[in-house]
């Protein structure tokens, strides 16, 4: 049950766009519309940004969009601010009522 | 607006047990499940399990079983969450969170760091 793949950072200029991508397998991201986005800043709990894929909670920037095509998600933000910088989790059900996360995305806003 | 409390810090012995708490307030406590999910320093997150606040139901990560423990009173509105046998690998913050049908946690408590050490 090895954790789904992210890269381990990237980073792009205020106003630019960037996409994280996360990589699971036929078991759980392939499988399930059931992909949420966590953005944590350091010594901070993780705080949820997308959840089913592409849903926004109430409150979360219209700059961060989610979709997912086969055993891939993605999480993209629009417009980067620098309050962006931050650690980026994905996280998928995987069946069987359980959940598996990301090894996580440092990105910084250069 | 809701708002999940956590105990604090605790450093045991291996060998030992503890038990982490998780008070939550701003919604109706049976409406959500809570996850566990914890972070070993400099790490990335690690679901542990979760439990149905309505009715006690649990499902735990497989390399957990065993050594886990989760349980809700519902009268106080609090979740605990026990881990037996510790090792100096278990040192982590712990975090609970509210989530809905144990597919993605919604709100999350202030994290718990638990240290392991003789």
């Known amino acids: 049950q090895s954790a789904l793949t992210q890269p381990a950072s990237v980073s792009g200029s205020p106003g630019q766009s960037i996409t994280i991508s996360c990589t699971g397998t036929?078991?759980?991201?392939?499988?399930?519309?059931?992909v949420s986005w966590y953005q944590q800043h350091p010594g901070k709990a993780p705080k949820l940004m997308i959840y089913?894929?592409?849903k926004r909670p109430s409150g979360v920037s219209n700059r961060f969009s989610g979709s997912k095509s086969g055993n891939t998600a993605s999480l993209t933000i629009s417009g980067l601010q620098a309050e962006d910088e931050a650690d980026y989790y994905c996280?998928?059900?995987?069946?069987?009522?359980?959940?598996?996360f990301g090894g996580g995305t440092k990105l910084t806003v250069l | 607006q809701v708002q999940l409390v956590q105990s604090g810090a605790e450093v045991k012995k291996p060998g030992a047990s503890v038990k982490v708490s998780c008070k939550a307030s701003?919604?109706?406590?049976?409406?959500?499940?809570i996850s566990w999910v914890r972070q070993a320093p400099g790490q990335g997150l690690e679901w542990m399990g979760w439990?149905?606040?309505?009715?006690?139901?649990?499902n735990y990560a497989q390399k957990l079983q065993g050594r886990v423990t989760m349980t809700t009173d519902t009268s106080t509105s609090t979740a605990y969450m026990e881990l037996r046998s510790l090792r100096s690998d278990d040192t982590a913050v712990y975090y609970c969170?509210?989530?809905?049908?144990?597919?993605?946690?919604?709100?999350w408590g202030q994290g718990t760091l638990v240290t392991v050490s003789s």
């Open positions: 969170a509210a989530d809905g049908s144990g597919t993605a946690p919604i709100y």
């Open positions: 701003g919604y109706t406590f049976t409406s959500y499940g």
């Open positions: 439990i149905s606040a309505y009715n006690g139901n649990t």
């Open positions: 036929s078991s759980d991201v392939g499988s399930y519309n059931l």
């Open positions: 089913e894929v592409s």
């Open positions: 996280c998928s059900y995987a069946g069987s009522s359980t959940l598996r």
